[in-house]
């Protein structure tokens, strides 16, 4: 876990599991870099295999969450427990709520020394449920993304004045895109955009906030692909960082690391911009540009590639296996402009990646539709 040394190095100390799976490791690398752990216990989906009116299955459920409770409370780098992530989307009856204040009670019962709270998503009103129905709760949690930046009007709103953390945040996700293409594509921020966005929201609400908001985790899945290879990272898979790194370090720490990630300003494919949603024909050649600049003056090198676009009814969901990159589109592969041939119709994206040889990194894409060549006419 090179990350764990990472987030220590910029300022960090604490992570996030969403669950026990893999938790013993993963507890023991965060004590040896000095970090805590808020350790998730994952629930049961409302489904046709699993009511909360069932009282069996509950039981069961409340067993399982026992058994991790016992394993892994006295562990030194434990810092919370963290009991649902979510789960309001798909469950919110009155029973679902019960069944929550029976699991925070029983882990106080077992553990007094460790506090409990549940992480829903960015619908606040929840909120309310929550202190209604689950009055054990020590304080709340919230994943939000663009939303942020109004997260403590709406807590208010929703009569929750006892302190909380955000959970999640980062860059726009794609469900709230601020543009679309015509073919309702969401648009990507590039990297350089994602680190200017979550900054602004971080001032905004979790700095702003800080009488009541005890702390934050940025969302951080590895390299793990959701909707596109960059939409949530924070590092490429060989370990460069992005302009989201330098930006935590300088909020957690007051200043920015020696070396900073390539700033990049644009990226045009036949010669328009992401918002612009370009159709281009199958098999024809369009240059592809990105403006991009180093903070020390190191020199940049690029790496591009296409993607298929993900049909819309995947969109957001886990994929076993990412898309392959379709060959034989780039020519020359490793300049800051280059030519794109286009592959056969259908929607894609192009993605560049922009190098500094230091450890840093600078992403961004464009989605682009392709049709077929028109047939000639005699």
């Known amino acids: 876990m090179q990350q764990l040394a990472q987030l220590r190095a910029i300022g960090g100390n604490t992570i996030r599991l969403w669950s026990t799976d893999y938790a013993a490791p993963l507890l023991d690398k965060a004590q040896q870099q000095n970090l805590t752990v808020m350790l998730g216990l994952s629930l049961e989906l409302e489904s046709k295999t699993f009511s909360y009116y069932d009282p069996a299955k509950v039981q069961a459920q409340l067993e399982r ?12 780098a434990l810092l919370c427990w963290n009991i649902a992530n979510e789960l309001e989307i798909s469950s919110s009856s009155p029973r679902f709520y019960e069944a929550l204040n029976q699991i925070a009670l029983l882990i106080h019962e077992l553990d007094p020394y460790h506090p409990v709270t549940v992480s829903q998503a960015d619908f606040a009103h929840h909120a309310v449920d929550l202190k209604r129905w689950v009055p054990a709760l020590d304080f709340l949690s919230v994943n939000t993304y663009s939303p942020l930046r109004i997260l403590p009007a709406l807590l208010r709103a929703s009569q929750w004045d006892g302190p909380y953390v955000v959970t999640e ?24 955009a994602k680190a200017a966005f979550m900054r602004l929201r971080y001032e905004q609400a979790i700095q702003r906030d800080s009488s009541h908001c005890m702390g934050s985790y940025i969302f951080f899945w590895g390299s793990k692909f959701e909707y596109t290879p960059t939409w949530f990272s924070l590092f490429e898979p060989t370990g460069e960082k992005t302009a989201l790194v330098d930006e935590l370090q300088q909020l957690w720490q007051g200043h920015y690391p020696a070396n900073r990630a390539p700033r990049l300003t644009e990226l045009r494919l036949a010669g328009v911009v992401d918002t ?46 990412p898309p392959e990159a379709v060959l034989g589109c780039i020519e020359p592969a490793h300049g ?22 230091h450890g840093s990194v600078a992403t961004a894409n464009i989605p682009f539709k392709v049709v077929a060549q028109p047939s000639p006419t005699y």
């Open 276 to 321: 612009m949603s370009p159709v281009l024909l199958s098999g024809a050649y369009y240059p592809a540009v990105v403006t991009a600049a180093d903070p020390e003056g190191d020199s940049l090198t690029t790496r591009w590639e296409v993607l298929p676009e993900l049909p819309s009814q995947v969109r957001g969901k886990r994929l076993i296996t």
């Open 336 to 357: 800051r402009q280059v030519r794109v041939r286009m592959p056969p119709p259908g929607t894609y994206r192009l993605f560049v990646r922009v190098f500094d040889g």
């Open 65 to 76: 969450v026992r058994e991790q409770v016992l394993r892994y409370r006295r562990h030194p």
């Open 169 to 192: 945040y980062g860059g726009r996700g794609f469900w709230e895109a601020f543009n679309n293409t015509t073919w309702e594509a969401p648009v990507e921020q590039s990297s350089t």
